[in-house]
């Protein structure tokens, strides 16, 4: 298919499809040990298997499936299939767990990690990189830019949420699996990578000349709204030093004056769950933060930790379709409680708890256990959290960072297609003068 036909139909199917949420998937660059990025609350990787699988349930399971099928397809493709040197049995064996993984619906959440990928991702929490600097998911079939870093080289070549990758140097890659498409696009800082993208909102594809950099996210970062008294607090991920940052980032604001905040958790893909609970009490009295429950409809709560910082203050959260996992349990925290109301649209719906397992080879298996469900019990999994105010924005709208507010006007600021960020600022009362 050339790529103006390719073009036409993957704009195409963004107009079907537009209103879909994103499936959140893989960072783009990491150091030596470059991780894939499964957004979860989870505890870490050290977890061994457990000694004994309930024997009876397997066995009950084992004699109820007929595997003649598929040892009848394994021994056709070793005696048929042309290309003799794909045949390698590990990387089939490892084809087969994922389709099965991938059967069970949990999509963005439980994987299986081969030992190289589960090495990377062990990483993953430390912030630091060699890449360009974005996340990348797969949206109705397609690989897409969830969100670049702020800062990033990704993010400083123009690359946008919501971008579709059609080729990485000039090889398309639309057909290729996440994992595939990230090996090639992340390497070494200095390196170029040229992406071919398009866009919703625009009928020709764009190349995009990326320098691939050393890249350290920082978990949060602030600046005061030009003309107000509202400081902006944007919470990119639900990393392992989310709580410090936020910490510094409150204290910052309240040193320059600010009266009321906004948090922004768009396109912040989650994180740890430890980390998610103490941000999350920084700016709650008392309650839960969210309850876990099990398989059995054991509910376990998560209690607010006390001596928040900003218990009080008045508060505006914005999410998006981009946001997940950590951040779908801080917005629902932040709305059960009343804290303040949650701006924008539909978070994404991750909401199972990733159990580690470690595999005998080496590989592992992150395996959704149990569920989130928010302080009040209402389901994460697949609902994701409603605002309280929808403002749908297209995808690609430049959404205000600390970086950029810093540089603005207060004319500048009302004149922003951030519309999200003006809506908060109209529910602070806090609107600057033009």
Avoid: C
């Amino acid at each position: 298919m050339n790529r103006l036909l390719k073009s036409i139909l993957i704009v195409f199917l963004l107009v079907v499809f537009g209103a879909s949420a994103f499936g959140l998937g893989l960072a783009i660059g990491r150091t030596d040990a470059e991780p894939t990025t499964v957004q979860a609350a989870q505890a870490g990787f050290d977890a061994s298997p457990p000694d004994a699988l309930p024997t009876s349930e397997v066995a009950d399971t084992l004699n109820s499936v007929d595997f003649h099928t598929f040892w009848q397809v394994w021994d056709l493709v070793y005696e048929k299939f042309i290309d003799r040197e794909a045949l390698d049995p590990t990387n089939l064996e490892y084809g087969a767990i994922e389709g099965l993984i991938k059967a069970l619906g949990d999509e963005g959440h439980t994987v299986f990690l081969t030992p190289q990928e589960l090495t990377r991702q062990k990483s993953d929490i430390s912030g630091k990189f060699q890449g360009i600097g974005a996340y990348v998911g797969m949206r109705n079939g397609l690989p897409v830019i969830v969100a670049p870093f702020d800062g990033s080289p990704a993010d400083k070549a123009g690359i946008r949420a919501g971008d579709i990758i059609m080729e990485v140097d000039g090889e398309d890659v639309t057909s290729w699996s996440l994992n595939d498409i990230v090996e090639v696009i992340r390497g070494t800082a200095g390196t170029e990578v040229v992406l071919t993208v398009i866009r919703a909102d625009e009928a020709t594809s764009l190349e995009i000349a990326i320098t691939r950099g050393e890249i350290t996210v920082p978990a949060a970062t602030w600046a005061m709204l030009p003309g107000t008294q509202v400081a902006l607090i944007r919470l990119s991920q639900f990393s392992a030093n989310a709580n410090d940052e936020i910490t510094q980032a409150i204290k910052g604001a309240e040193d320059a004056g600010a009266e009321a905040l906004i948090v922004d958790v768009r396109n912040n893909p989650g994180g740890l769950l430890d980390q998610a609970i103490r941000v999350t009490s920084q700016f709650l009295k008392d309650g839960n933060v969210l309850q876990q429950e099990d398989a059995q409809g054991n509910r376990k709560p998560y209690p607010v930790k006390e001596g928040g910082l900003a218990t009080d203050i008045p508060m505006v959260v914005l999410v998006n379709r981009g946001s997940a996992s950590s951040s779908e349990i801080f917005a629902g925290a932040i709305q059960d409680h009343d804290r303040g109301p949650v701006v924008g649209e539909t978070t994404f719906g991750t909401g199972t708890v990733l159990e580690p397992f470690t595999l005998d080879d080496g590989s592992g298996l992150m395996l959704g256990t149990s569920q989130w469900l928010t302080a009040n019990g209402r389901l994460i999994r697949k609902q994701g959290i409603e605002p309280d105010v929808v403002v749908e924005m297209p995808m690609g709208t430049d959404l205000l960072s600390p970086g950029q507010v810093e540089e603005m006007t207060p004319d500048d600021l009302l004149g922003s297609e951030d519309a999200q960020m003006l809506k908060a600022l109209e529910l602070l009362g806090a609107l600057p003068e033009s």
